[in-house]
């Protein structure tokens, strides 16, 4: 069964601190993993997606497929990341399934 | 294009009366997707169509849930009764596969207040 568990609900920071944000995954064939984030007041957007292997807005993920994880990080926290980050998990093929983890409230302080 | 498009942006019904929620989707996209957010719970997928047809519907709560995509450019989410704990934000999304790497577009969402 597909499944993305985030295991923090809240993860608070100070500015210029390292972010990591933890993603687990369930899935019984090559997954797609994504992250979503959603700053306050606006709609759940596209922050990177692990085919792409890119860093956007100095954030990196590396899917390890060994550890079933997908950990969004950071080296050096600023105030506008403060948001919350969704992992997700895209199923087979364009019929399949997109779902998300439950979320982890990123707050960092200055 | 505007992109998704959900109404109402903000819905106060009393218990036991019907709720309907629209999604307009981005025009040429195929696959719509309807999810409940909560505090506890996340982004829970509850029903996805593909060129209209409904493919999953197995993260619909109760019967009291039903879904529609009468053509590829509506959507509805209906309760009917609803009740206190369907109180949440309704978010509905929208893509056009591409291959690997296909982004989903979400809607502002709909806050729904059951009292």
New interface residues.
């Given amino acids: 069964a597909q499944r993305v568990t985030?295991p923090e609900k809240l993860l608070s920071v100070f500015k210029g601190a390292p972010v990591e944000l933890k993603c687990n995954y369930s899935y019984s064939g090559s997954p797609?993993l994504f992250w979503y984030v959603q700053y306050s007041r606006q709609?759940?957007?596209?922050l990177l997606?692990h085919?792409?292997r890119e860093s956007i807005k100095g954030f990196t993920a590396d899917l390890n497929k060994g550890e079933t994880s997908f950990h969004l990080k950071k080296p050096f926290a600023q105030e506008e990341d403060s948001a919350m980050y969704?992992c997700a998990l895209?199923g087979p093929?364009?019929?399949g399934?997109?779902?998300?983890?439950?979320?982890t409230t990123l707050q960092v302080k200055p | 294009d505007a992109g998704v498009i959900q109404s109402p942006r903000h819905e106060v019904t009393e218990m036991g009366q019907e709720v309907t929620l629209r999604c307009k989707p981005i025009s040429g996209h195929n696959s719509l997707f309807w999810y409940r957010q909560t505090m506890m719970r996340g982004l829970e997928l509850l029903i996805y169509f593909n060129n209209n047809v409904p493919i999953d519907d197995s993260g619909m709560p109760e019967d009291r849930f039903s879904a529609k995509m009468p053509n590829a450019s509506f959507s509805t989410l209906k309760i009917q009764p609803s009740e206190p704990r369907d109180s949440a934000v309704y978010f509905c999304a929208s893509s056009q596969f591409r291959g690997l790497g296909t982004e989903a577009f979400f809607g502002q969402g709909t806050r729904l207040t059951v009292v």
């Fill in positions: 985030q797609e709609r759940l957007q596209l997606r085919i792409s969704y895209w093929s364009n019929t399934k997109l779902i998300f983890g439950q979320g």
